[in-house]
Nanobody
Framework: QVHLVESGGGSVQPGDSLKLSCAAS????????MAWFRQAPGKEREFVAA???????????YYPDSVKGRFSLSRDKTINTIYLQMNSLEPEDTAVYYC??????????????????WGQGTQVTVSS
C-alpha cells in the first residue's frame, strides 16, 4: 500500500504559476513511476504528466500536448516526492489534480489503469 499526499493547489489568475507536490510513503518499492492526472467538473480524469523512478538523475518524463512546454515534472527520490511546476496557467487547467503511483509500461504510462495508488486530490482554480 502506497500512501500519497498532494499539496500546493490554490486559486490563481491566468498566466500565473503554481507548484504541486506529492509525497509517497508506505510500500514505496511497489512503484516505479509516479504521475499527475486531473479532473475538471463534468469531464473524465485525464493524464497530465508522469515520471519514471529510473532514468538517471532526472528520470524520463511524459506529457500530453495540452501541457507540454508549460508544465514540468521532477522528482526527489531521497524523499519519494514529485513536483509539478505549472507555468502560464490557463482557465482550462482548472481541475482537481490527483497524484498516482504504479508500475505502468510504456503503453500505459498515460492511462489510469497503469497506476495502483492514488492521492485525495488538490484543487487548482485558474480564473480572472
Amino acid at each position: 500500500q502506497v500512501h500519497l499526499v498532494e499539496s500546493g493547489g490554490g486559486s490563481v489568475q491566468p498566466g500565473d504559476s503554481l507548484k504541486l507536490s506529492c509525497a509517497a510513503s508506505g510500500s514505496t518499492t511497489t512503484f516505479h513511476a509516479m504521475a499527475w492526472f486531473r479532473q475538471a467538473p463534468g469531464k473524465e480524469r485525464e493524464f497530465v504528466a508522469a515520471i519514471r523512478w529510473s532514468g538517471g538523475s532526472t528520470g524520463n518524463t511524459y506529457y500530453p500536448d495540452s501541457v507540454k512546454g508549460r508544465f514540468s515534472l521532477s522528482r526527489d527520490k531521497t524523499i519519494n516526492t514529485i513536483y509539478l511546476q505549472m507555468n502560464s496557467l490557463e482557465p482550462e487547467d482548472t481541475a482537481v489534480y490527483y497524484c498516482a503511483a504504479g508500475r505502468p509500461i510504456t503503453s500505459t504510462i498515460a492511462s489510469m489503469g497503469g497506476y495502483h495508488s492514488w492521492g485525495q486530490g488538490t484543487q487548482v482554480t485558474v480564473s480572472s
